[in-house]
Protein backbone atom coordinates (compact mmCIF):
# COMPACT_ATOMS: atom_id res chain seq x y z
CA UNK A 1 0.00 0.00 0.00
CA UNK A 2 1.18 3.73 -1.14
CA UNK A 3 0.95 6.36 1.55
CA UNK A 4 0.87 10.05 0.89
CA UNK A 5 1.99 12.80 2.87
CA UNK A 6 2.74 16.45 2.67
CA UNK A 7 4.98 18.78 4.81
CA UNK A 8 6.10 22.04 4.59
CA UNK A 9 8.94 24.26 5.16
CA UNK A 10 9.90 26.18 8.00
CA UNK A 11 12.37 29.00 8.61
CA UNK A 12 13.87 29.69 11.76
CA UNK A 13 13.33 33.07 13.68
CA UNK A 14 15.81 31.60 16.58
CA UNK A 15 18.19 29.58 14.24
CA UNK A 16 19.55 25.71 14.83
CA UNK A 17 23.27 25.98 13.78
CA UNK A 18 25.34 23.57 15.38
CA UNK A 19 25.10 19.79 16.91
CA UNK A 20 25.58 18.53 20.42
CA UNK A 21 25.60 15.31 19.05
CA UNK A 22 26.11 14.45 15.58
CA UNK A 23 24.75 10.75 15.56
CA UNK A 24 21.55 11.49 17.51
CA UNK A 25 21.14 14.88 15.58
CA UNK A 26 20.72 17.09 18.81
CA UNK A 27 21.17 20.41 18.47
CA UNK A 28 23.10 22.63 20.49
CA UNK A 29 20.46 25.11 21.09
CA UNK A 30 16.83 24.94 21.17
CA UNK A 31 15.54 26.84 17.70
CA UNK A 32 11.92 28.18 17.01
CA UNK A 33 10.65 28.66 13.24
CA UNK A 34 7.57 29.49 11.31
CA UNK A 35 6.13 27.10 8.82
CA UNK A 36 5.41 28.81 6.10
CA UNK A 37 2.31 27.71 3.59
CA UNK A 38 3.21 28.15 0.27
CA UNK A 39 6.22 25.70 0.25
CA UNK A 40 6.08 22.03 0.76
CA UNK A 41 6.78 18.79 -0.43
CA UNK A 42 4.75 15.98 -1.17
CA UNK A 43 6.08 12.32 -0.90
CA UNK A 44 4.63 8.85 -1.43
CA UNK A 45 6.12 5.29 0.13
CA UNK A 46 5.30 2.09 -1.03
CA UNK A 47 7.24 -0.68 1.02
CA UNK A 48 7.70 -3.71 -1.80
CA UNK A 49 8.95 -7.23 -1.00
CA UNK A 50 10.25 -7.33 -4.57
CA UNK A 51 12.57 -4.65 -4.43
CA UNK A 52 16.19 -5.84 -3.17
CA UNK A 53 17.38 -1.97 -2.67
CA UNK A 54 15.20 1.82 -1.90
CA UNK A 55 14.17 3.96 -5.01
CA UNK A 56 14.41 7.56 -4.59
CA UNK A 57 12.22 9.34 -7.68
CA UNK A 58 12.63 13.55 -6.53
CA UNK A 59 11.27 16.05 -9.18
CA UNK A 60 10.63 12.92 -11.90
CA UNK A 61 14.00 12.06 -11.68
CA UNK A 62 15.79 8.97 -10.45
CA UNK A 63 18.15 9.75 -7.46
CA UNK A 64 21.07 8.04 -5.94
CA UNK A 65 18.99 6.83 -2.48
CA UNK A 66 21.86 7.18 0.08
CA UNK A 67 20.07 9.99 2.37
CA UNK A 68 16.81 8.27 2.14
CA UNK A 69 17.96 4.91 2.85
CA UNK A 70 19.68 5.69 5.83
CA UNK A 71 16.65 7.43 6.70
CA UNK A 72 14.61 4.61 5.93
CA UNK A 73 16.58 2.03 8.41
CA UNK A 74 15.58 4.24 11.34
CA UNK A 75 11.69 3.73 10.06
CA UNK A 76 12.30 -0.09 9.52
CA UNK A 77 14.04 -0.54 13.06
CA UNK A 78 10.93 0.91 14.63
CA UNK A 79 8.39 -1.28 12.55
CA UNK A 80 11.05 -4.12 12.82
CA UNK A 81 10.84 -5.02 9.03
CA UNK A 82 13.29 -5.39 6.37
CA UNK A 83 11.60 -4.51 3.25
CA UNK A 84 12.75 -2.07 0.80
CA UNK A 85 10.86 1.20 -0.14
CA UNK A 86 10.10 2.98 -3.10
CA UNK A 87 10.05 6.91 -2.15
CA UNK A 88 8.62 9.47 -4.70
CA UNK A 89 8.83 12.77 -4.09
CA UNK A 90 7.94 16.26 -5.18
CA UNK A 91 9.10 19.62 -3.95
CA UNK A 92 6.41 22.39 -3.88
CA UNK A 93 9.58 24.99 -3.55
CA UNK A 94 10.34 26.77 -6.10
CA UNK A 95 14.05 26.06 -6.81
CA UNK A 96 14.79 29.28 -7.94
CA UNK A 97 13.67 30.43 -4.48
CA UNK A 98 16.29 28.96 -3.25
CA UNK A 99 15.08 27.67 -0.19
CA UNK A 100 16.22 24.55 1.29
CA UNK A 101 13.78 21.23 1.47
CA UNK A 102 15.45 19.17 3.23
CA UNK A 103 13.06 20.40 6.04
CA UNK A 104 10.13 19.51 4.33
CA UNK A 105 11.70 16.78 2.63
CA UNK A 106 12.12 14.61 5.43
CA UNK A 107 9.03 16.09 7.47
CA UNK A 108 7.17 14.20 4.49
CA UNK A 109 9.04 11.37 4.64
CA UNK A 110 8.80 10.56 8.56
CA UNK A 111 5.31 10.72 7.75
CA UNK A 112 4.94 8.67 4.58
CA UNK A 113 7.53 6.07 5.87
CA UNK A 114 6.07 5.50 8.95
CA UNK A 115 2.42 5.50 8.20
CA UNK A 116 3.47 2.96 5.21
CA UNK A 117 5.54 0.67 7.27
CA UNK A 118 2.08 0.02 9.46
CA UNK A 119 3.52 3.01 12.77
CA UNK A 120 1.02 5.24 14.10
CA UNK A 121 3.55 7.24 15.74
CA UNK A 122 2.27 10.72 18.09
CA UNK A 123 3.33 14.03 16.68
CA UNK A 124 5.98 14.23 19.41
CA UNK A 125 7.63 10.95 18.15
CA UNK A 126 7.03 12.02 14.30
CA UNK A 127 8.90 14.58 15.19
CA UNK A 128 12.12 12.98 16.73
CA UNK A 129 11.89 10.52 13.51
CA UNK A 130 12.18 13.76 11.23
CA UNK A 131 15.01 14.99 13.44
CA UNK A 132 17.05 11.73 12.26
CA UNK A 133 16.95 13.19 8.28
CA UNK A 134 17.52 16.80 9.37
CA UNK A 135 17.86 19.05 11.76
CA UNK A 136 15.32 21.71 10.62
CA UNK A 137 12.83 18.61 9.47
CA UNK A 138 12.11 18.09 13.32
CA UNK A 139 9.89 21.64 13.58
CA UNK A 140 8.37 20.91 10.00
CA UNK A 141 5.95 18.09 11.80
CA UNK A 142 3.66 21.33 13.11
CA UNK A 143 1.94 24.28 11.24
CA UNK A 144 2.49 27.68 12.77
CA UNK A 145 5.18 29.12 15.11
CA UNK A 146 7.40 25.72 16.34
CA UNK A 147 10.00 25.51 19.03
CA UNK A 148 12.42 22.46 18.88
CA UNK A 149 13.44 21.66 22.36
CA UNK A 150 17.15 20.59 21.76
CA UNK A 151 16.76 18.08 24.67
CA UNK A 152 20.01 15.77 25.99
CA UNK A 153 19.12 12.69 24.57
CA UNK A 154 16.90 11.16 21.60
CA UNK A 155 13.66 11.23 24.18
CA UNK A 156 14.02 14.94 24.65
CA UNK A 157 14.85 16.48 21.16
CA UNK A 158 11.35 17.15 19.72
CA UNK A 159 9.81 20.16 18.25
CA UNK A 160 6.07 20.98 19.24
CA UNK A 161 3.76 24.19 18.23
CA UNK A 162 4.24 27.14 21.24
CA UNK A 163 1.30 26.83 23.61
CA UNK A 164 0.62 30.16 22.83
CA UNK A 165 0.37 31.26 19.15
CA UNK A 166 0.91 34.86 17.56
CA UNK A 167 -2.19 35.96 16.64
CA UNK A 168 -0.20 38.53 13.98
CA UNK A 169 -1.21 37.97 10.18
CA UNK A 170 2.40 37.00 9.47
CA UNK A 171 3.83 36.92 6.18
CA UNK A 172 7.69 35.79 4.93
CA UNK A 173 8.91 37.54 2.01
CA UNK A 174 11.57 35.17 0.43
CA UNK A 175 14.17 37.36 -1.53
CA UNK A 176 16.23 35.47 -4.26
CA UNK A 177 19.29 36.41 -4.48
CA UNK A 178 20.86 33.18 -6.08
CA UNK A 179 19.26 30.04 -7.31
CA UNK A 180 22.55 28.29 -7.29
CA UNK A 181 23.17 25.65 -5.30
CA UNK A 182 24.31 26.56 -2.08
CA UNK A 183 28.32 26.44 -1.88
CA UNK A 184 28.68 24.68 1.73
CA UNK A 185 25.46 22.15 2.45
CA UNK A 186 24.41 23.26 5.91
CA UNK A 187 25.78 19.94 6.89
CA UNK A 188 29.32 20.80 6.72
CA UNK A 189 28.86 24.52 7.29
CA UNK A 190 27.59 24.02 11.23
CA UNK A 191 30.63 21.53 11.33
CA UNK A 192 32.81 23.95 10.30
CA UNK A 193 31.89 26.45 12.61
CA UNK A 194 32.00 23.90 15.60
CA UNK A 195 35.39 22.97 14.43
CA UNK A 196 37.05 26.12 13.84
CA UNK A 197 35.27 29.40 14.98
CA UNK A 198 36.33 30.68 18.23
CA UNK A 199 32.81 32.71 18.26
CA UNK A 200 31.30 28.86 18.10
CA UNK A 201 30.65 29.21 22.12
CA UNK A 202 29.39 32.64 22.53
CA UNK A 203 26.84 31.87 19.32
CA UNK A 204 25.64 28.77 21.46
CA UNK A 205 25.40 30.84 24.28
CA UNK A 206 23.95 34.25 23.10
CA UNK A 207 21.55 31.95 21.00
CA UNK A 208 20.31 29.87 23.40
CA UNK A 209 19.33 32.87 25.64
CA UNK A 210 16.97 34.02 22.77
CA UNK A 211 14.35 31.36 23.02
CA UNK A 212 12.87 32.80 26.36
CA UNK A 213 12.26 36.59 25.16
CA UNK A 214 10.99 35.33 21.73
CA UNK A 215 8.52 32.71 22.92
CA UNK A 216 7.30 35.72 25.00
CA UNK A 217 7.57 38.10 21.88
CA UNK A 218 5.13 35.55 20.34
CA UNK A 219 2.52 35.35 23.08
CA UNK A 220 2.12 39.07 23.12
CA UNK A 221 2.22 39.70 19.33
CA UNK A 222 5.35 41.85 20.01
CA UNK A 223 6.55 42.73 16.32
CA UNK A 224 9.30 44.61 17.27
CA UNK A 225 10.61 42.44 19.71
CA UNK A 226 9.93 39.14 17.39
CA UNK A 227 11.53 41.10 14.50
CA UNK A 228 14.54 42.50 16.61
CA UNK A 229 15.22 38.81 18.13
CA UNK A 230 14.95 37.11 14.56
CA UNK A 231 17.75 39.40 13.05
CA UNK A 232 19.99 38.77 15.89
CA UNK A 233 19.79 35.45 15.72
CA UNK A 234 20.67 35.45 12.04
CA UNK A 235 23.22 38.06 12.37
CA UNK A 236 25.02 36.06 15.31
CA UNK A 237 24.86 32.97 13.36
CA UNK A 238 26.65 34.46 9.93
CA UNK A 239 29.17 36.45 12.45
CA UNK A 240 30.32 32.78 13.97
CA UNK A 241 29.71 31.51 10.20
CA UNK A 242 32.75 34.70 9.10
CA UNK A 243 35.18 33.88 12.30
CA UNK A 244 35.65 30.07 10.59
CA UNK A 245 39.12 28.77 9.69
CA UNK A 246 39.74 29.59 6.40
CA UNK A 247 37.05 32.80 6.96
CA UNK A 248 33.87 31.88 4.96
CA UNK A 249 30.23 33.73 4.03
CA UNK A 250 27.15 33.02 2.94
CA UNK A 251 26.45 36.94 1.86
CA UNK A 252 26.82 37.76 -1.41
CA UNK A 253 26.31 41.82 -2.51
CA UNK A 254 22.93 41.16 -3.29
CA UNK A 255 22.40 39.98 0.22
CA UNK A 256 23.63 43.40 2.31
CA UNK A 257 21.26 45.34 -0.55
CA UNK A 258 17.82 43.55 0.75
CA UNK A 259 19.00 43.62 4.35
CA UNK A 260 19.73 47.46 3.97
CA UNK A 261 16.46 48.10 2.02
CA UNK A 262 14.43 46.19 5.02
CA UNK A 263 16.91 48.82 7.34
CA UNK A 264 15.43 51.69 4.94
CA UNK A 265 11.90 50.38 4.97
CA UNK A 266 12.31 50.11 8.94
CA UNK A 267 13.22 53.27 9.48
CA UNK A 268 10.34 54.82 7.69
CA UNK A 269 7.80 53.10 10.28
CA UNK A 270 7.27 49.63 8.03
CA UNK A 271 7.63 46.82 10.33
CA UNK A 272 10.27 44.17 8.36
CA UNK A 273 12.85 42.32 9.58
CA UNK A 274 15.75 39.97 8.18
CA UNK A 275 16.95 36.49 8.12
CA UNK A 276 18.76 34.31 6.17
CA UNK A 277 20.12 30.51 6.48
CA UNK A 278 22.75 28.52 4.98
CA UNK A 279 22.25 30.54 1.65
CA UNK A 280 22.26 34.43 0.43
CA UNK A 281 18.93 34.33 -0.23
CA UNK A 282 16.63 36.62 2.31
CA UNK A 283 13.63 36.21 3.89
CA UNK A 284 11.58 38.97 5.47
CA UNK A 285 9.02 38.93 8.20
CA UNK A 286 6.35 40.99 8.30
CA UNK A 287 2.25 41.41 8.64
CA UNK A 288 -0.14 41.41 6.11
CA UNK A 289 -0.86 45.21 5.69
CA UNK A 290 2.75 45.47 4.47
CA UNK A 291 3.49 43.24 1.90
CA UNK A 292 2.48 45.47 -0.79
CA UNK A 293 4.13 48.64 0.38
CA UNK A 294 7.66 45.98 0.83
CA UNK A 295 7.17 44.39 -2.75
CA UNK A 296 7.11 48.03 -4.17
CA UNK A 297 10.49 49.39 -2.35
CA UNK A 298 12.12 45.39 -3.12
CA UNK A 299 10.88 45.37 -7.10
CA UNK A 300 13.33 47.91 -8.30
CA UNK A 301 16.34 45.75 -7.10
CA UNK A 302 14.71 42.23 -6.84
CA UNK A 303 12.08 42.38 -9.60
CA UNK A 304 9.80 39.56 -9.69
CA UNK A 305 12.34 37.25 -7.55
CA UNK A 306 10.24 37.96 -4.62
CA UNK A 307 7.44 35.61 -3.24
CA UNK A 308 5.29 35.91 -0.18
CA UNK A 309 3.40 33.31 2.32
CA UNK A 310 1.60 33.50 5.03
CA UNK A 311 2.30 30.78 8.00
CA UNK A 312 1.60 27.07 7.07
CA UNK A 313 -0.40 24.25 8.84
CA UNK A 314 0.70 20.64 10.37
CA UNK A 315 2.27 18.07 8.20
CA UNK A 316 -0.53 15.58 7.32
CA UNK A 317 -1.31 12.55 5.23
CA UNK A 318 -2.89 13.32 1.78
CA UNK A 319 -4.66 11.11 -0.82
CA UNK A 320 -2.86 10.99 -3.85
CA UNK A 321 -5.53 12.94 -5.84
CA UNK A 322 -4.55 16.29 -3.71
O1 LIG B 1 18.33 21.14 8.95
P1 LIG B 1 19.57 21.59 8.28
O2 LIG B 1 20.69 20.63 8.47
O3 LIG B 1 19.32 21.94 6.85
O4 LIG B 1 20.06 22.96 8.99
C1 LIG B 1 19.29 24.13 9.00
C2 LIG B 1 20.12 25.30 9.35
C3 LIG B 1 19.48 26.66 9.17
O5 LIG B 1 18.52 26.63 8.15
C4 LIG B 1 20.57 27.66 8.77
C5 LIG B 1 18.87 27.18 10.46
C6 LIG B 1 17.57 26.56 10.90
O6 LIG B 1 17.33 26.51 12.12
O7 LIG B 1 16.76 26.15 10.04
Known amino acids: MTTYARAHTNIALIKYWGKANKQLMLPA ?6 TLNDFYTDTAVTFDPELNQDQLTLNHQMQSPT ?36 ASAFAAL ?3 A ?8 TPTALSRLARRGSGSATRSIFGGAV ?3 RGSDDQSSFAEPLTIQPTL ?3 MLVVTVSDQKKAVSSRTGMANTVATS ?12 LISPMITALAENDLTTIGALTELSSMRMHAAIMAEEPPFTYFLPETLRAWQLVQEQRALGIPAFATMDAGPNVKILTTAPYVDVLMTAL ?17 QVITKEQ
Request: hydrophobic content about 45%; cysteine-free.
Open 29 to 34: TSSISL
Open 114 to 121: SRAAGLNL
Open 299 to 315: QPVFGDRILSTRLGPDA
Open 147 to 149: IWH
Open 67 to 102: AVSRFLDHVRHLAQIDTRARVTSLNHVPTAAGLASS
Open 198 to 209: PYYQAWVQSNEA
Open 110 to 112: ALA
Open 169 to 171: PLR
